[in-house]
């Protein structure tokens, strides 16, 4: 499925009274997965415990 058919995709599954931000959101959100999903196929990933050590540090 290309870039276009997703967008077209996700537009069409809004409420008929959706806002344009609401499209805009839309598309941000599965723009957000879509980049996680490929970083965590290329293994760019933390374990639970670098989460929690990092947690950690930023909440001191």
């Known amino acids: 499925m290309t870039v276009k058919d997703k967008i077209v995709n996700s537009v069409q599954d809004l409420p008929a009274n959706a806002s344009i931000e609401d499209a805009m959101e839309r598309l941000f959100f599965l723009s ?14 933390l374990s639970h ?12």
């Open 49 to 60: 415990m670098q989460v929690r050590e990092n947690m950690e540090k930023w909440l001191k």
């Open 32 to 45: 957000k997965i879509e980049k996680g999903v490929q970083q965590a196929d290329a293994g760019q990933t």
